[in-house]
């Protein structure tokens, strides 16, 4: 089922202490998409899904609609939204077992919806099934691990085959193993039965790996909206790009072609005048004498082998914070990298926003060669 | 933010049940207590609390609290800091050794005290014989106002000091600190404001004691008679007036134990916004 | 308690880093030994004295007997009244926000604080036929002064924090997302409240109700005043004491407190043991 907001804006408090959580956000979800709401803490991600879900009510003056498909939900009580909710702490209900749990959606329903008994166990266990869990149906969730217990958090919001999944931070009280495998796991459940499903995080990998789209939120709004692989290429403004991934800066005059920044020297194509440029780590080479185009000196202050890359930490009067930069093990170890090593940074890329968008430029070939 | 029974008309029965409720039950009496104590004018009120019997009703009370409140501290932060910051076999038993006053019938607590002390006691046959009177007098009165007063302290400081661990002495031990300046300045800066609170409870009660005070004290008129005694007298004689002044005198002590405890939770509370 | 760590020599034993282990513990086990359990020889001094032949006509006397049944019926009236009334001020003081809830909220304590007498007293004369509320309840044909109902409302006046004061801070630790997952799977607010909450709260809620009751069989100030001491009808067990105390018959006391003093620990014990058991169930423990 799709989902479709109109002017969902929300104030919390009154008076004075009245402050803005969401600014008037318009949001389209296909049916069957695996959406992530991602951004820092305070950005509204939370408060947005808990308004989808009718656990808190959006502002009533900016003519606010919510639509499940076709069917106006906006003044419908939670409890009739025909949502399921998974918990950051999973709330899963301490007197109760697993299979207690699980089925409590089905045994509180109206007498003359409700499935007989038999069918509830039948239900109950072939969700026990599906999360893997029902060896432990008796079990209460003390005695459960936190991703068992997220588990039957899930297996209990399936249970009333809801149109709509709803999930905060799903994986956020994990630990990272246990968050790897419920993620595979949650992409593959999602694939398998076909809901529509919206979750929070504000773990960039975690949003980028498990979403068909990722929206990314700050200050109450909805930055981008866009598929991982569209997000991380062509970030729409400067926030997305600095909180999809670790950013380099550089900040100096422009002057006849020149960028300057103490005795650090870089060619670019602007007009004169101040200018901040970001770099990705895996933007810029490191090379042990500077080019007519660039020379940016630095020195490594530490070196950490990373999976298939070299991360190495720099540092120069230039900068304002230290460098990051990814380097394949090939050059790595061609350049023989030490602490303490003095060498120069070359850009092969950089990005600027003035104004917060975007424009992107490649270095020069010539410096490429 | 929807939470079970917010539903405005839900909320506002439930409020105003309890609140009627709270009234009826609790607010009313302590009204009745200063209507009917001022009920014939202050003048009469002024002359019933200057009586001479009720000041020395009242002499003797305040004489046996505060005998009472250094034992019950002592006590208290004793057993406190053995239960809490100590393992050794009986530590539970010791912790559940200190709630047998809150479970005991005051008039029995008087009476075992009676059975022990009094004259035909194993002790009290004993010091009866070097002419040591502790019943019907007032170290008799100390002794079972202790008893049902000491552990207040106690259960004051024991769950607050399991929370609050021991890391911070440790750290003072590993300093190199000695005995009692760890306690003066590492434990009692972290306690003092639940001290303080066991010290105010310990007051309220010993002041109020009356079951196990009336089996012990034989209640003679201006000699072991504490106020909550003679307030009874004074009622089984008719002078309902006298009784409620007197009843007033300690309903406001009440009050005051109550501010102190809102007084210092409100702290409590301030502080934790702080943190 | 070794003579060496008595005095202020903060027994240095290897094992124990904190000092002061032998101080406290000599300052507790003399305290305990003296205050607690010396005093209780007596008792067991008096009753060795009699025969259980003596013992068991002294306990089931028909007024001593009737004077359980009047206490006991009327504690637990009290105590189920408190269940109720205790719950509804915990669930109104923590979940919502009105003016005068701090006052509210201040004023639960208020039967801890006033003494028994006072409140004997002030019960009384409220309820007598004479008083605010006697003089309305009188013509309804409700008699409350001198009568058990008296009595349990005496009790229940002076055990009302008990239930208030230990649902309080469990209905505090209880998660909003407790009352979100029941509503967001479709649970009506007296579903989700008689299914989710009240189970949370059970455990609290029955230790609360369960000292009130304690309480209430052993209160003696507050309801001596407000109900008549007629024998065989509205006579207390802790009364009976007293009785007994005055005719000078220091077995028959003693014979009564015994039974009063072993139901009284007895069931402080059984909440003990229960609440126990409920907590691990709640918080971990395998099996």
């Known amino acids: 089922m799709s989902i479709r907001l109109h002017n969902i804006g929300k104030h919390f408090g009154s008076g004075r202490q009245r402050t803005r959580a969401l600014e008037p956000i318009n949001l389209d979800i296909q049916e069957g998409e695996l959406v992530g709401l991602l951004g820092p803490s305070g950005s509204g991600k939370t408060t947005l899904l808990r308004i989808i879900a009718g656990l808190e009510n959006p502002d009533r003056d900016g003519g606010a609609r919510i639509l499940f498909g076709d069917r106006d939900v906006t003044d419908v009580h939670v409890r009739d939204r025909r949502i399921g909710f998974v918990f950051q702490h999973y709330a899963l209900f301490r007197h109760m077992t697993v299979f207690d749990n699980v089925a409590f959606g089905l045994t509180v329903m109206p007498r003359r919806n409700r499935p007989t008994s038999g069918e509830i166990r039948a239900r109950v266990h072939r969700l026990l099934e599906m999360v893997q869990l029902e060896s432990l149906a008796g079990r209460y969730p003390a005695q459960l691990s936190g991703g068992q217990q997220q588990r039957v958090s899930l297996a209990r919001a399936l249970a009333l085959r809801p149109d709509v999944l709803l999930l905060d931070e799903p994986f956020g009280a994990l630990d990272a193993k246990v968050r790897q495998d419920l993620r595979r796991w949650l992409r593959h459940l999602h694939d398998e039965l076909g809901f529509t499903s919206l979750f929070v995080t504000h773990d960039q990998e975690e949003a980028l790996e498990l979403s068909d789209r990722v929206a990314v939120m700050s200050n109450g709004r909805i930055e981008q909206i866009d598929t991982p692989d569209d997000l991380y290429r062509a970030p729409g403004n400067r926030f997305v790009f600095e909180f999809l991934g670790d950013v380099n800066h550089l900040e100096g005059e422009v002057r006849g072609g020149i960028l300057t920044c103490g005795d650090a020297r870089l060619s670019v194509e602007l007009p004169d005048g101040p200018e901040e440029l970001l770099l990705r780590p895996h933007e810029v080479r490191l090379v042990e004498a500077p080019s007519p185009e660039a020379r940016l000196p630095a020195t490594v202050t530490a070196i950490s082998p990373v999976g298939a890359e070299v991360r190495v930490e720099l540092a120069a009067d230039w900068m304002a914070a230290p460098w990051l930069a990814t380097v394949r093990h090939a050059d790595y170890e061609r350049l023989d990298l030490r602490r303490g090593q003095r060498l120069y940074v070359e850009p092969r890329r950089w990005h600027r926003f003035p104004e917060g968008r975007e424009t992107r430029r490649d270095a020069p070939r010539a410096s490429l060669a | ?275 | 308690m070794s003579t060496r760590a008595l005095p202020f020599a903060f027994g240095r034993t290897p094992r124990r880093v904190l000092p002061g282990f032998g101080l406290s513990l000599g300052v507790s086990l003399l305290f305990i030994s003296l205050v607690l359990l010396l005093p209780m020889t007596g008792l067991f001094g008096q009753l060795a004295g009699l025969s259980l032949a003596e013992y068991w006509a002294i306990i089931s006397d028909g007024r001593v007997v009737a004077s359980y049944t009047v206490t006991i019926g009327a504690a637990a009236l009290a105590a189920l009244i408190n269940a109720a009334f205790g719950l509804l001020l915990a669930w109104v003081l923590v979940r919502y926000d009105f003016p005068g809830k701090r006052l509210l909220d201040a004023l639960m304590d208020l039967p801890f604080a006033l003494p028994t007498a006072v409140a004997g007293i002030t019960l009384a004369t409220l309820y007598s036929s004479n008083g605010w509320m006697g003089r309305l309840l009188e013509p309804l044909g409700l008699q409350v002064a001198y009568t058990w109902v008296g009595i349990a409302l005496a009790m229940a006046f002076t055990s009302i924090p008990f239930v208030v004061r230990t649902v309080q801070p469990v209905l505090e630790d209880l998660p909003q997302e407790v009352d979100e997952a029941a509503l967001t799977l479709g649970a009506t607010d007296g579903t989700a409240f008689r299914r989710v909450i009240l189970p949370h709260l059970w455990p609290a809620l029955v230790t609360g109700t369960g000292l009130a009751f304690v309480r209430s069989l052993g209160e003696f100030g507050a309801i001596i005043f407000i109900a008549g001491n007629m024998p065989y009808e509205t006579e207390i067990t802790a009364l009976m004491i007293f009785v007994r105390l005055q005719e000078y018959d220091y077995a028959g006391a003693s014979a009564i407190a015994s039974v009063v003093l072993f139901v009284s620990l007895a069931l402080l014990l059984a909440i003990n043991i229960w609440q126990g058991r409920f907590a691990r169930r709640l918080h971990g423990g395998r099996g």
């Open chain 2, 1 to 275: 933010m929807q939470r079970i029974g917010d539903a405005p008309a839900v909320r506002r029965a439930l409020i105003l049940a309890a609140v009627a409720l709270a009234a009826l039950f609790l607010l009313l009496p302590l009204v009745a207590i200063f209507a009917q104590a001022f009920a014939q004018g202050v003048g009469v009120f002024w002359s019933n609390v200057s009586d001479h019997y009720t000041l020395r009703a009242i002499g003797l009370t305040l004489f046996i609290t505060v005998l009472t409140i250094p034992v019950c501290l002592v006590f208290g932060v004793a057993l406190a800091w053995l239960v809490t910051r100590f393992s050794f076999p009986g530590r539970r038993l010791l912790q559940t050794l200190i709630d047998i006053p809150f479970a005991v019938s005051p008039v029995v607590a008087g009476l075992i005290y009676l059975l022990l002390y009094g004259r035909n006691g194993w002790l009290g046959g004993w010091l009866d014989g070097h002419d040591v009177q502790l019943m019907f007098a007032w170290p008799g009165i100390l002794m079972v106002t202790i008893f049902v007063t000491c552990p207040f302290v106690a259960r004051e400081l024991i769950p607050l000091m399991q929370a609050q661990g021991s890391r911070e002495e440790e750290a003072a031990v590993t300093l190199g600190a000695p005995g009692w300046t760890l306690f003066r300045r590492v434990t009692l800066p972290n306690i003092r404001w639940a001290l303080l609170y066991g010290v105010i409870l310990t007051n309220a009660r010993a002041v109020g004691e009356f079951g196990a005070v009336s089996v012990v004290s034989g209640a003679i008129r201006g000699q072991t008679n504490t106020l909550p005694l003679h307030l009874e007298q004074l009622y089984q004689d008719y002078n309902t007036v006298g009784a409620f002044a007197s009843a007033s005198l300690l309903a406001l002590i009440a009050l005051l134990t109550l501010a102190a405890k809102a007084g210092l939770e409100w702290r409590a509370a301030r502080q934790e916004a702080l943190a």
